[in-house]
Each structure stands twice: as C-alpha cells, then as structure tokens.
C-alpha cells in the first residue's frame, strides 16, 4: 500500500515544487513505484517534469470535479529513462476548482476518495501543495499519511511554519486522525554564509517537530533542470543537488 506524502509550505518560494519533483524522481531512482499528485493550480510540477501543463486532456481538476477517473488522469511513465514515476499532472483549471466544489458535499475528501482507488499500485504517493492554506491543500493533507515541510535558510523561516503546524493539527482532529509530521527539510542552504547555519540551529533548537539530516544546496544545476523538464538526478546526476535528493530519498524510505 502506498505511502502517502504532502509536501507542503503556505510560503512560496521556499523549494516546494523543487522538491516534490526531486525527491519523487530520487526515490524512483531507488526501485519505488511512485505517483506524483500536482495539486498546485500553477502546474510547476507538471511542467518541471516536461508535460506541456496547457495541453492535457485530462488533470487533478477534471479528477476533482468528476470527469475523469483516476486511471484517466495518471500520466504512466511519463520519463523514459525512470519509468517508475507516474504523474497526476495540474494546470490554472484547477484555480476554478475551490469555487465550483464549495458546496460539494464532503468536498475535504474528493481527493482522497480517488487516491484510493489506486494508492496500493505504488510504493510512493508524493502530493505537491499549493502555498497556501486552501481546499486543495486540506484535500491533500486529508488524503496524506504525513506532511513534509521544506523551509528556506533565510532569516523568517519559522514565520509561517507555526500556522502550517496548527493547520496540519485541525486537519488532523477533524478530518484525518492518522496525519502525521514526516519532518521538515532545509533548503536553498548556503554553506558561505552564518545566515543559513544561524537558521538551522535556531530552527532545531525551537521545533519540536521531526528535522531531516539531509540539507537541500543552494545549486545552479537544481534551479536549472525544471526548464529542461528534468529532475535533477537526469539532468545533472553528479551535481550536489542530486546528491542531496538521493539522502532525502533514503531518510524518507528509512522512515517508512
């Protein structure tokens, strides 16, 4: 059955959709079966993986307003050189989503009703959020079994996370009692500066929640790969990003 992951920040800009699409391809990159869900309006995810987000038949919208199954909606490996990762691609429809299910019944749970229907094919579920505490992001969260946090190496780092927790909490005693905090991840770190180290000291000194030992670099090669439609692990296998992507992966599958 697979294991399902919201990586998620109301912040953006914080390497989210980075991510999401590194960690998914790194952990196809280990033997998993892995289902990627965009639910971000935006599409970066989507497109960061080489699908044209404005010429798809079938997304997480018409999934979430029944027009399509989920079997209809999953692009099957998508990659060819790492068929293990599928994807549930998004695009600026689903913005019309939140407006057109308000008075959708149950509406915190459409996507968790389809996601079940095929979460046991995969090792992996991993759902990109949009930055913001929305319907989609609480659809997410009520589908997911953890929540994973990336958070910038900058000054305001926890301004925002507590928010984040306090949501991932209500969902939790309203709407899914098994949600959990998978940890949170750093990112955009640079080791020239006592900024980014400042940051994460002061961050594990106040969180009580989970820290991954892997750090996400600030890398060229990383900001690059989504305008070739690669992760990076194929776009620049050798590069620190792709290390660092390559620990996350394994941190995550010791969790399991």
Not at 158 to 184: A, F, I, W
Request: proline letters at 4%; hydrophobic letters at 40%.
């Amino acid at each position: 059955m697979g294991r399902i992951i919201a990586v998620a920040n109301q912040k953006g800009g914080v390497g989210k959709t980075t991510t999401s699409i590194n960690l998914s391809a790194a952990l196809a990159a280990e033997g998993k079966k892995v289902l990627v869900v965009d639910t971000d309006p935006q599409g970066n995810t989507t497109s960061g993986f080489g699908l044209d987000k404005n010429d798809l038949k079938n997304t997480i919208y018409t999934l979430m307003i029944g027009e399509c199954s989920a079997d209809e909606a999953i692009n099957k490996s998508f990659l060819e050189d790492l068929p293990g990762i599928d994807i549930i691609p998004a695009n600026i429809n689903l913005s019309a989503a939140e407006i057109e299910l308000i008075d959708t019944e149950g509406k915190e749970y459409i996507l968790k009703h389809e996601i079940d229907k095929v979460k046991d094919r995969y090792d992996y579920i991993v759902i990109d959020c949009p930055p913001s505490l929305s319907m989609l992001t609480v659809n997410a969260m009520t589908t997911a079994d953890s929540v994973l946090v990336p958070i910038q190496c900058e000054y305001y780092a926890l301004e925002g996370l507590s928010q984040l927790v306090h949501t991932v909490n209500l969902v939790k005693d309203r709407l899914n009692p098994t949600l959990k905090m998978e940890g949170v991840v750093f990112t955009m770190y640079d080791a020239r500066t006592n900024l980014s180290l400042q940051v994460v000291e002061n961050v594990k000194d106040h969180l009580e929640e989970k820290v991954f030992m892997t750090i996400i670099p600030r890398n060229i090669r990383l900001a690059e790969a989504p305008s070739y439609g690669l992760p990076i692990n194929l776009y620049e296998p050798k590069s620190s990003g792709a290390y660092a992507y390559k620990s996350l992966a394994e941190e995550v599958i010791a969790n399991s």
